[in-house]
């Protein structure tokens, strides 16, 4: 396991090219991370930032920009931050124009040259999904081709990626005429949180837990993502997403890999992935009856009235399903997952339910171990314990309650922190790889054809802030179990 944490500190020149600089992502996350980076002294000496987009902005107009958001967030600037900004541009352009590559190039290829072509060059698509194509086909077309085809150089794409199977692997192919699988880095956000990082050390490094992962011990895994937030002023995105493509095919189904898959015969970025692969290739592909059974929508009531959406939009913004891994380890184990939006408070968590013994007096549904992983916000670890109560001839579930926050000093790292970190050290184990990605699709698309097919939903069917339509409820109750709240 130690072979996972690595020393984090690389020294070699970075020049970053962002697409989309000056917009939302990188005003947000991107730029933050690289700066909270920089002040933990995680940076090469040596680095420089390109934000390139269509908005006409000098570099002073673009540092202040940026800055003025993360004061806005209340960050702590500092005097570190007129050194840092010192390493910021901008170049006004367009992803159509091949001439704005070329010049891109030179830039480049000044950097490179001043430090003998031993730095890494991080292409950053920090764009809407559509921008994808006309920036990668000009990255093909102009100088910035040869320099792509160095090793050391990265590209990193942000979801989506795709929108279904077929844009997915047509999306592979266009980056693959480019860059080799070991230079694409495609984001999950996910990934870089410090919990589901965790997941994979509290699995297999707790023999305790390690033995009992299975269906002999488990009885069934709750997962869920839950959310308060609405559209955030993204609905022509989310028209064209809903919840089973904005969360079930990438962040709900990695955290379901997370949980299922094999230990690794390695702990590397091959081997990890390769066993993540292969529990989402297991996932059961449902016939249409039982996609009416097993998967739930819903739509909170206003979901029409916001902006980007239309009036009579049957566009999901919530899912509740029962799925199954198809192998030895998971038969028959139920693992329910349920996410939507602005529902009555914002909690990730996964919850391991352990079987009861039936053969002792005691054991009831509610006697029986559940192991609450708390994702976010309050990261931590809970387990429901079997213990006598004192001076009494009782027994009664107790908690041990492991709470981040108390437990360690450390801050928590953001997770664009993590993710930027690992693609300057050119480690991409928390990166989703390609066969990861299609296999998602797959399992989404099949049930996305199905709710085609079937008459449209009775939309919209649950209140704002409150946990869903009934139908989630009837869902896991129909099994003689409940949502862990
Ligand atoms: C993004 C989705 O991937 O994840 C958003 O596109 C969602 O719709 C967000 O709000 C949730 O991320 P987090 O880290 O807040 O759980």
Redesign the pocket.
């Known amino acids: 396991m130690i072979e996972l944490l690595k020393n984090k500190i690389n020294d070699i020149p970075v020049f970053f090219v962002i697409f989309g600089g000056a917009g939302d992502l990188t005003h947000r996350k991107l730029l933050p991370a690289i700066f909270s980076l920089y002040r933990q002294k995680l940076l090469p000496e040596n680095f420089k930032i390109l934000g390139f987009s269509r908005k006409p902005l000098s570099d002073t107009e673009y540092r202040k920009s940026l800055y003025s958001k993360l004061k806005k967030d209340g960050k702590n600037t500092g005097k570190l931050w007129e050194k840092f900004t010192k390493n910021i541009f901008y170049h006004q352009g367009f992803f159509a124009e091949r001439n704005d590559f070329e010049e891109i190039s030179l830039k480049i290829e000044g950097f490179l040259k001043k430090f003998d072509y031993n730095a890494e060059i991080i292409l950053y698509l920090a764009t809407p999904a559509q921008a994808y194509y006309p920036i990668i086909q000009n990255i093909q077309s102009s100088k910035l081709r040869s320099i792509c085809e160095g090793k050391n150089t990265r590209i990193v794409v942000e979801?989506p990626f795709g929108n279904d199977l077929k844009s997915a692997e047509i999306l592979n192919k266009e980056l693959k005429k480019v860059f080799k699988e070991e230079q694409i880095y495609r984001i999950d956000?996910?990934l870089g949180k410090e919990t589901v990082q965790n997941l994979l050390f509290f699995r297999f490094a707790n023999q305790a837990f390690d033995t009992s992962w299975d269906k002999k011990s488990i009885d069934h895994v709750q997962i869920s993502?839950l959310?308060s937030?609405g559209l955030e002023s993204?609905g022509t995105y989310y028209e064209n997403a809903g919840a089973l493509r904005?969360?079930i095919q990438?962040?709900a189904l990695q955290l379901v890999a997370h949980i299922a898959m094999e230990k690794p015969e390695y702990f590397d970025e091959k081997h990890i992935r390769n066993e993540k692969a292969d529990i989402i290739r297991s996932l059961r592909l449902y016939s249409k009856d039982e996609i009416r059974e097993h998967i739930v929508r819903g739509q909170y009531k206003g979901y029409r009235e916001e902006k980007g959406v239309d009036k009579s939009s049957y566009v999901e913004t919530f899912v509740a399903m029962k799925l199954f891994i198809e192998n030895e380890r998971w038969e028959n184990v139920p693992i329910y997952i349920r996410s939507g939006k602005k529902l009555k408070e914002k909690q990730?968590k996964i919850i391991i339910k352990f079987k009861g013994d039936e053969d002792l007096l005691i054991s009831s549904d509610y006697c029986a171990n559940t192991l609450t992983y708390n994702i976010?916000p309050d990261e931590g670890i809970e387990i429901k314990l079997l213990n006598k109560t004192p001076g009494k001839e009782k027994v009664e579930l107790a908690n041990l309650d492991l709470k981040y926050r108390e437990e360690f000093k450390e801050k928590i790292p953001d997770?664009y922190e993590t993710l930027i970190l690992d693609i300057i050290r050119g480690d991409s184990t928390l990166f989703v790889r390609n066969d990861e990605i299609e296999a998602s699709w797959e399992f989404v698309d099949h049930i996305r054809k199905e709710w085609n097919r079937m008459p449209p939903p009775n939309f919209p069917n649950y209140e704002k802030g409150t946990l869903g339509p009934n139908e989630a409820e009837d869902l896991i109750r129909r099994d003689g179990r409940k949502w862990i709240n």
């Open positions: 979801k956000h996910y993502i959310e937030i993204r904005d969360i990438n962040h990730t976010q997770a």
